[in-house]
């Protein structure tokens, strides 16, 4: 099993964008169903979207129309395509992969998103 590992956080404006990404272990990736949570300080972690072995999708409610998920298999890597942020954006943004082996969780990587 190896620990999912997120990076491309950092601070941005308000309007701003950043690309998130996730890299996963290869043996399994093409198979897993990949997740994007989040947890702001002094809130519980949320989902923000995944994508699923065969590339569905899905999204919170307060991210559809500005974040897009994608993964490129031959990269085992997941993406988080965050525009027109908002300071309710800020989180430690977390990449979590499924599947019929293991549940694993990244460290969690920081977004920012100053006013």
């Known amino acids: 099993q190896v620990q999912p590992v997120e990076s491309g956080g950092g601070m941005v404006q308000a309007g701003g964008s950043l690309r998130l990404s996730c890299a996963a272990s290869r043996s399994t990736f093409s198979i897993s169903d990949m997740g994007w949570y989040r947890q702001a300080p002094g809130k519980q972690r949320e989902l923000v979207g995944r994508i699923t072995s065969n590339g569905m999708t899905n999204y919170a409610d307060s991210v559809k129309g500005r974040f897009t998920i994608s993964r490129d298999n031959a990269k085992n890597t997941v993406y988080l395509q965050m525009n027109s942020l908002k300071p309710e954006d800020t989180a430690v943004y977390y990449c979590?992969?499924?599947?019929?082996?293991?549940?694993?969780w990244g460290q969690g990587t920081q977004v920012t998103v100053s006013s």
């Open positions: 979590r992969v499924t599947n019929t082996w293991y549940d694993l």
